[in-house]
């Protein structure tokens, strides 16, 4: 039996043609989103056309199910009528950090985590209302319904029906969706946006269907709920306890799976929901792989070509470092800072030494998140380290000592894409579990973890005399 998973994420769409009975990808096809974090929806809807018609090519057999699983939080505001208010905001838009701080000071961050799971930041969905409310009170207006990205994907794919759909994972992102009574709470929505009311999808259960794809290449198979990527980067993954994972995509993502819902009042830890029934304690940064796009474009060098000169630097780049909030940052929430590099000196600033510092900085924001999951309880084992930047030589061999814990590469596979495909598997079958799809990985054993931890230091050092924290 033939399933199909999509991953409609930051920087494109992926989907893969997958056999649902061992996991094996029989086609893949991709296609790129627009730059910029407000997006008009119909381009995620023409990347997931293009990249589903790729992935089919050669594949003659029936596809019997598909499920979307897309970024998290953003806001896709609809009219009546089913179009887009207007452009949908993005995960990593930060123009709504006045309207979470805000939310903050009327709720306090304690009674906001225990209902929601979530101390708002900028990010989540329920600050974008806010701000659409104060800053488009005309659009505002106009709203009808509001839907996350791999809601809204499936909602076309199922053919525009009355009701939509989405998913505990999913809704558990948005800041007005309790993780614990898996209900909405939709007196925070109206506070959100000014008293107005709009409509939300139906929460489906991690193998319920919202009906079949209307029409086009994968005409009549079977919709599974769809998920948001971490949480469909977990199930393709099959991760379960004493197991971390990392993901250098567009954001840097830490999380582990748990059996009880997460309150960190703290705001460090996102009390999230997972696509099995559990949940899934996760931190973010807005800095991960692009950091190193940036680094190598200012090196003149390509992805490559920084990780040779990062592994040529020595441990701690001689004294530089690096903060890469370069889009602001999410965690530590510094929604207007820019990125730093302290310590220059005439005899450090070489080419080596700022890839050394631009990889590091990186990799200590993901560190930072490693320690926070341990602080709400999470055993670290391993991690297992995914997302476009785990491709980088320079990032895998860093990774462990500044971890501090063994770091588990898995062969490389687009696992955002996988889990929805293993979801959709698993919502055709009717079992009570997923399907076992085997997972095979490459360890890298921390072997310098003294340096790491020095290096640690330093960014630590540099970040309280810059911003304070
Ligand atoms: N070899 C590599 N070294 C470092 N970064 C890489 C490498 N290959 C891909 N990337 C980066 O990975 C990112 C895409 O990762 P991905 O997980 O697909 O992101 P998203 O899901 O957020 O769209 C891009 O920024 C790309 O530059
Ligand atoms: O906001 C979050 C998680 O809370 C991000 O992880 C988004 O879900 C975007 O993911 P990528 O495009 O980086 O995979």
């Known amino acids: 039996m033939v399933v199909v998973g999509i991953d409609s994420s930051t920087q494109s769409t992926k989907a893969l043609v997958v056999d649902a009975e061992d996991g094996r990808v029989l086609g893949e096809g991709r296609a790129a989103h627009p730059e910029g974090t407000e997006v008009a929806p119909e381009a995620w809807w023409a990347a997931c056309e293009q990249?589903?018609?790729?992935?089919?090519?050669?594949?003659?057999?029936?596809?019997?199910?598909?499920?979307?699983?897309?970024?998290?939080?953003?806001?896709?505001?609809?009219?009546?009528?089913?179009?887009?208010?207007?452009?949908?905001?993005?995960?990593?838009?930060?123009?709504?950090?006045?309207?979470?701080?805000?939310?903050?000071?009327?709720?306090?961050?304690?009674?906001?985590?225990?209902?929601?799971?979530?101390?708002?930041?900028?990010?989540?969905?329920?600050?974008?209302?806010?701000?659409?409310?104060?800053?488009?009170?005309?659009?505002?207006?106009?709203?009808?319904?509001?839907?996350?990205?791999?809601?809204?994907?499936?909602?076309?794919?199922?053919?525009?029906?009355?009701?939509?759909?989405?998913?505990?994972?999913?809704?558990?992102?948005?800041?007005?969706?309790?993780?614990?009574?898996?209900?909405?709470?939709?007196?925070?929505?109206?506070?959100?946006?000014?008293?107005?009311?709009?409509?939300?999808?139906?929460?489906?259960?991690?193998?319920?269907?919202?009906?079949?794809?209307?029409?086009?290449?994968?005409?009549?198979?079977?919709?599974?709920?769809?998920?948001?990527?971490?949480?469909?980067?977990?199930?393709?993954?099959?991760?379960?306890?004493?197991?971390?994972?990392?993901?250098?995509?567009?954001?840097?993502?830490?999380?582990?799976?748990?059996?009880?819902?997460?309150?960190?009042?703290?705001?460090?830890?996102?009390?999230?929901?997972?696509?099995?029934?559990?949940?899934?304690?996760?931190?973010?940064?807005?800095?991960?792989?692009?950091?190193?796009?940036?680094?190598?474009?200012?090196?003149?060098?390509?992805l490559d070509g920084l990780s040779e000169l990062a592994l040529s630097a020595n441990p701690g780049a001689d004294g530089l470092t690096l903060l890469p909030y370069f889009e602001g940052e999410r965690t530590p929430d510094l929604p207007d800072a820019a990125g730093t590099l302290t310590g220059m000196r005439g005899t450090n600033m070489t080419p080596q030494n700022l890839a050394r510092a631009a990889v590091e900085g990186m990799l200590c924001g993901l560190a930072d998140g490693i320690d926070a999951l341990r602080q709400v309880g999470a055993g670290v084992r391993r991690v297992l380290l995914i997302g476009g930047g785990s491709a980088s030589r320079a990032v895998r061999a860093l990774a462990p000592s500044l971890f501090g814990v063994g770091v588990e590469v898995p062969e490389p596979a687009e696992y955002v894409a996988l889990g929805a495909a293993r979801q959709a598997a698993w919502a055709v079958s009717g079992a009570a579990s997923p399907p076992r799809w085997g997972l095979r990985t490459t360890a890298y054993e921390a072997t310098d973890v003294d340096s790491g931890a020095e290096v640690r230091h330093a960014y630590r050092a540099a970040r309280r005399s810059v911003h304070g924290i």
């Open 51 to 302: 990249a589903v018609h790729h992935a089919l090519a050669g594949v003659s057999a029936p596809v019997e199910a598909v499920a979307v699983a897309g970024q998290q939080h953003g806001m896709v505001a609809l009219d009546p009528s089913g179009k887009p208010v207007r452009d949908a905001l993005l995960w990593n838009d930060t123009r709504s950090a006045p309207q979470a701080r805000a939310l903050v000071a009327r709720h306090g961050a304690a009674d906001l985590a225990r209902r929601t799971g979530l101390v708002p930041v900028a990010s989540f969905t329920i600050a974008k209302l806010a701000w659409l409310a104060e800053h488009e009170p005309g659009n505002a207006d106009a709203v009808d319904r509001v839907l996350l990205p791999h809601d809204w994907l499936t909602w076309r794919l199922a053919g525009s029906p009355e009701r939509a759909c989405t998913d505990r994972g999913d809704a558990s992102g948005t800041g007005y969706y309790s993780p614990g009574t898996g209900r909405w709470l939709p007196d925070l929505l109206t506070e959100a946006m000014g008293g107005r009311s709009p409509r939300l999808p139906d929460v489906l259960g991690p193998t319920e269907s919202p009906g079949a794809v209307a029409a086009g290449p994968l005409g009549g198979a079977l919709l599974a709920a769809g998920t948001g990527d971490n949480m469909a980067g977990a199930l393709g993954l099959g991760i379960g306890s004493g197991d971390v994972v990392v993901s250098v995509g567009t954001s840097g993502t830490t999380f582990s799976v748990r059996d009880e819902p997460c309150a960190d009042e703290t705001g460090t830890v996102a009390g999230f929901c997972d696509a099995t029934g559990r949940f899934l304690p996760l931190v973010c940064t807005l800095n991960a792989a692009r950091v190193l796009t940036s680094t190598a474009r200012l090196l003149g060098t390509d």
